[in-house]
Every structure is written in structure tokens, then in C-alpha cells.
């Protein structure tokens, strides 16, 4: 063997098979895993971890960097809490296949799904690029993380069918055609297939993919399979559980025709409907006993969020007067929340909302008189001043000109006894973060530290070498990502070293950094020491390198 070009000695190997740690040496070349263990000899390039964890990058299955990593190769901030392949195009949307001067619909179904503005997308996002395997050639160059790119069922409806789409199921030829791409797709390297049950674009319609009947279904998933691998990802009608149920047993009735994995996004915990969760595992168990693969996603995090009006949130999407503001240029919005002859007919729009509302904090303010709200629960500060809850809320946002920030913590999702069962499900797959999508009302990023910081350190739920290995050799083994998930010889040199006591996702903090003057919640990690792509230190100790060895997975 010849000599190493990076040796990580002296660290903790948790390998990604859910063996238990042990403690070694870990030799690269040429990206590649060539040794681990001891009697290493030395390297071009040496790293001590010791005191540090040394474990497989971390993957994240369920993401909507598409846009994003146009103009950022890095996909931050995932990359800063050990993440080292993100899954996107999941939730039926994806950038590719489009029209020549067709991406407007595209936008659009950005826009309202993934709240990632038009105005970022004129700055920053070309469509250059027509097939599915264009758009991949476009991102390639330069890129510091893997990517696993989903083909959007809708953007591939759309591209055949156009506004009808919307409107009819499909006729033999129009899917012989969707197949034709799917097949041409899977062999410029995307991983699978993403469609969706609930999403609604901006005209409040059902999305392409929900007009879909399994014939389309079935032999879109078997053209997927002929590649010999793929998944279907999809978000189920959450809305209601009947029909989230239903949902899943028809991916089982997929599964079983073509052969593929079908995921499902999000399970949830919800104090609202405490029961629901333990009816979708029993019904993902059902569908296992039938022969069928179907696994559910879920996210280490509570569903945390905040409600900024200058921004956008899917939470108003369901009070029809608060949307049609939202929809509006700021000013002209502004004015709408502000109009007094408008705020009877608000404030009874919202009372469906009043659970949500009565729980909410105040993050950051601008307005003077408003600082005294700071860090209280808007609940109080209503009835101190006599108002409803609504009412109050919009007192105070117009005041910031709309740019007070809402937060609602600690309400779905929330309980650690209830979300360690879900999590720990062998039918669970660690997912459904969103990173990249919904960046002004939450940072997806950071589920990976969320995981290790409370549910391993400090809440003691799962052991650290499982926990590592349902974020890497599992998903890794079950969505078909070849040669990565665990530290064993032969795999891609993908690495994470971390310190198992820091070990966090930071606080999130509002920044101004998005294309467009657009703006997003971010986290930084805490206790990540080193990330490594494909042999090369892309992240250390919090500061990115020029390396940039990522690769179409």
C-alpha cells in the first residue's frame, strides 16, 4: 500500500454500523477510506483527534438546497454540523426538467411551497439548463458537499404536460414520455423520484404530482427502477390523518408494483392530536408485513419556528386575509395589517389560529415603545393591555413595520418521551430537516448536532453509535447511496470529528446573506472540529477551506 496522503489518529471510531466505538487510526488516499485501526503508518497529512469522536459525514435525506446551491456550492450552513451529503427535490419540486423560458411556474411553486423568493431566483438561480442531467452539469463544478438530487414529480409533469397538469390525470403517452425523462434522469445520476399529496402552488391549487393516478405513479417508479436503485419521497396529507394513512398504504401498493423504497415526511409528535403518530408507525408496520418498503421520516428537533409579516409563513396559509396580505409588496401589505377598517375582519380571520398565538414569544423588535415586550409571551402582554391576542400582534408588528419576530417554541414536536420513540422506529429514517427550504421562519440545518446535543448527551435517549449510524450507514444502505455511510475500507473518505460533550447546533440567529437582499435563519454548530469530503478538509474548526471535492451522488 502506498503512503497515506491524511491519517485522523488517536480518535474514538464510531464507523456508522452501530458497532461500538473503539478507539484508532483512519488512513485516506485518493478519497478513499484505505485503513482503520492501529499499526498506521504515518501520512503526508496528519490529524490528532484525540478527545474527539471520529464518525462517517452525516446525511441528510431530506433538503431543498436546489436553488441554494446554485450560488452556494457548500449548502451552509449544513456542512458546519457534519452533514457531508443532503438528499434534495424532495416534496414533488425540483429545478430541472424545465422549458426553455418555462421556469416561471417553477418559481412560483418555490416560492409558496419552500418560501425561497422570486427576487433570489432572479439574482441568482439561471435556468440555463433544460434536462435533469443539465441541471446537475451546472451545479457539479465546484461543489464542497455530495449531493443526491430527487427529480420533482410536479416540475416533471409540467414539463410534459403543461397547464393541464393541474387539470387531468395523464394519458398513456404523456406517461410513456414522463418515464422516458425519469429513466434519462436516473442515468445522469439523480437517486430517486419525489411527489407530494398536500402542497398547493400559489394560486391555491393542488401541485402537479397530486393529480397523478398510480397507473402514472407505479410506472414512473418502475422506469425508476431499472436503473437498479431509487427511492420515492413524498409528504403524505398530513391535514388529516385518515388520509395520511391512506397515503402510506398506497405507497405500500407502489412499493410492492415497482419494487422501490418509499419514504414519507414528516412524523410527527403533536400535543393536538397526541395519537396520530402511533397510527402512522402502525400503519408503516402494516405495510412491512405485506412485503412492502415504506419508511417515515422524522426530525430530531421540536418544530420550532418563527412568524416575521415582512417575510413569508406557511402557518397564515390557511386565514384566507392574512395570505392575500401576504402575497402583497411590503408597503402595500404594511398598510393592509395597519388599516383600522381591516382589523375586526383580521382578528376573526386568525381565531382558528388563537392556539398558536396564545403561546407565542417576542424575538426581536425595532420599534422603541416595543422593547418592553422583549422575551414575553404575547399572551400576557394582550391581556395587560386589555386586546385580543391578534389584535395585539399586529399593534406591535406594525409598529416594526412588520419585521417583529413571533416565536412559537416548544409546541409540536416538543416532547422528548414521545419523539425518542419515534426516532428510535426501526421504520424511521432520521429526516425531513428542510434545510435549505423556509429559511425565514426556521434553520432546517442542524438536526444532526439537535440529535447528538439533547438526544444522545443530554436527554440519554439512544447511545451515541446509534445514533450515528441512523444518520449514516442507515440511510446510506436504504436510499441506494453507494460507497459512503461508514469508516470501512474502500468507502469514500467522507468524515466527521466532533467533541461528544460540545457537541451542538447554536443558536439561530437572522441573517442578510441570502441573493435577492433576501435574508434567512441560520445556526452555527458548536463542537465540530473537522468535516472531511472525499479525503479533503473542507470545514476546520468552524471555517471553511478551498477544498471542493463534493460530488453528484
Keep these: 500500500m502506498g503512503q497515506s496522503q491524511l491519517v485522523i489518529r488517536n480518535g474514538r471510531i464510531v464507523d456508522g454500523t452501530g458497532a461500538e466505538g473503539y478507539f484508532g487510526d483512519v488512513a485516506i488516499r485518493d478519497g478513499k477510506i484505505v485503513a482503520v485501526g492501529a499499526g498506521i503508518e504515518a501520512g503526508?497529512?496528519?490529524?490528532?483527534?484525540?478527545?474527539?469522536?471520529?464518525?462517517?459525514?452525516?446525511?441528510?435525506?431530506?433538503?431543498?438546497?436546489?436553488?441554494?446551491?446554485?450560488?452556494?456550492?457548500?449548502?451552509?450552513?449544513?456542512?458546519?454540523?457534519?452533514?457531508?451529503?443532503v438528499v434534495m427535490g424532495n416534496c414533488s419540486l425540483s429545478l430541472a426538467p424545465v422549458r426553455p423560458n418555462g421556469s416561471a411556474k417553477l418559481i412560483k411553486m418555490f416560492e409558496k411551497i419552500e418560501d425561497i423568493k422570486q427576487p433570489t431566483f432572479a439574482a441568482a438561480v439561471p435556468f440555463s439548463w433544460e434536462s435533469f442531467g443539465d441541471y446537475l452539469d451546472h451545479i457539479r463544478p465546484g461543489l464542497g458537499i455530495n449531493i443526491g438530487a430527487l427529480v420533482g414529480h410536479s416540475a416533471l409533469r409540467y414539463y410534459v404536460m403543461g397547464s393541464d397538469s393541474q387539470e387531468r390525470t395523464a394519458t398513456d403517452s404523456e406517461i410513456d414520455e414522463m418515464c422516458r425523462l425519469?429513466?434519462?434522469?436516473?442515468?445522469?445520476?439523480?437517486?430517486?423520484?419525489?411527489t407530494s399529496y398536500v402542497d398547493i402552488d400559489e394560486n391555491g391549487r393542488p401541485v402537479p404530482s397530486r393529480l397523478a393516478d398510480m397507473r402514472e405513479k407505479v410506472a414512473l417508479c418502475k422506469a425508476m427502477a431499472k436503473s437498479g436503485r431509487g427511492v420515492l419521497q413524498t409528504v403524505p396529507y398530513?391535514?388529516?390523518?385518515?388520509?395520511?394513512?391512506?397515503?402510506?398504504e398506497e405507497l405500500g401498493d407502489i412499493s410492492l408494483a415497482s419494487g422501490v423504497l418509499c419514504s414519507v415526511a414528516p412524523i410527527t409528535y403533536s400535543p393536538?392530536?397526541?395519537?396520530?403518530?402511533k397510527r402512522s408507525l402502525a400503519k408503516l408496520e402494516e405495510q412491512q408485513k405485506r412485503g412492502a418498503k415504506v419508511f417515515g421520516q422524522s426530525m430530531p428537533r421540536s418544530f420550532d419556528m418563527n412568524i416575521i409579516l415582512a417575510e413569508t409563513s406557511f402557518l397564515l396559509y390557511g386565514l384566507r386575509k392574512w395570505d392575500r396580505l401576504m402575497q402583497m409588496p411590503l408597503a402595500e401589505r404594511l398598510a393592509g395589517f395597519a388599516d383600522p377598517a381591516a382589523r375586526e375582519v383580521l382578528v376573526a380571520d386568525a381565531a382558528r389560529m388563537l392556539p398558536l398565538f396564545w403561546n407565542m414569544l417576542i424575538g426581536r423588535v425595532y420599534a422603541a415603545e416595543n422593547e418592553q415586550y422583549l422575551g414575553r409571551k404575547l399572551c400576557d402582554i394582550a391581556e395587560e393591555a386589555g386586546k385580543s391576542v391578534p389584535d395585539m400582534l399586529l399593534d406591535i408588528a406594525v409598529a416594526d413595520g412588520l419585521r417583529t419576530e413571533f416565536q412559537i417554541r416548544n409546541v409540536i414536536h416538543a416532547d422528548p418521551e414521545m419523539?425518542?420513540?419515534?426516532?428510535?422506529?426501526?421504520?424511521i429514517h432520521i429526516g425531513a430537516s428542510d434545510a435549505g427550504a423556509h429559511v425565514?421562519?426556521?434553520?432546517?440545518?442542524?438536526?444532526?448536532?439537535?440529535?447528538?446535543?439533547?438526544?444522545?448527551r443530554t436527554f440519554g435517549k439512544m447511545t451515541l453509535e446509534r445514533a450515528i449510524y441512523r444518520m449514516t450507514g442507515e440511510p446510506a444502505k436504504d436510499w441506494g447511496i453507494r460507497e459512503r455511510g461508514t469508516l470501512q475500507i474502500g468507502q469514500a473518505a467522507d468524515v466527521v470529528i466532533f467533541n461528544a460533550e460540545t457537541v451542538g447546533r447554536?443558536?439561530?440567529i437572522f441573517v442578510g446573506?441570502?441573493?435577492?437582499?433576501?435574508?434567512?435563519?441560520?445556526?452555527?454548530?458548536?463542537?465540530?472540529?473537522?468535516?472531511?469530503?472525499?479525503?479533503?478538509?473542507?470545514?476546520?474548526?468552524?471555517?471553511?477551506?478551498a477544498s471542493r471535492l463534493g460530488q453528484i451522488i
Design 44 to 85: 503526508d497529512h496528519e490529524i490528532d483527534a484525540k478527545g474527539m469522536i471520529v464518525a462517517p459525514g452525516f446525511i441528510d435525506i431530506h433538503t431543498h438546497y436546489d436553488p441554494q446551491i446554485c450560488w452556494d456550492r457548500l449548502a451552509t450552513p449544513s456542512l458546519e454540523h457534519g452533514v457531508t451529503t
Design 182 to 194: 425519469m429513466e434519462e434522469a436516473m442515468a445522469a445520476g439523480a437517486l430517486g423520484l419525489s
Design 238 to 248: 398530513f391535514i388529516d390523518i385518515e388520509q395520511q394513512l391512506a397515503n402510506i
Design 272 to 277: 393536538v392530536a397526541p395519537e396520530n403518530w
Design 419 to 427: 419523539v425518542s420513540q419515534i426516532l428510535d422506529h426501526p421504520l
Design 440 to 456: 425565514t421562519q426556521f434553520c432546517g440545518a442542524g438536526d444532526t448536532t439537535d440529535m447528538l446535543e439533547r438526544y444522545v
Design 506 to 508: 447554536g443558536d439561530e
Design 513 to 545: 446573506d441570502f441573493p435577492g437582499e433576501a435574508n434567512r435563519y441560520v445556526r452555527h454548530a458548536t463542537g465540530i472540529d473537522k468535516v472531511i469530503v472525499n479525503g479533503a478538509v473542507v470545514l476546520d474548526r468552524g471555517e471553511y477551506t
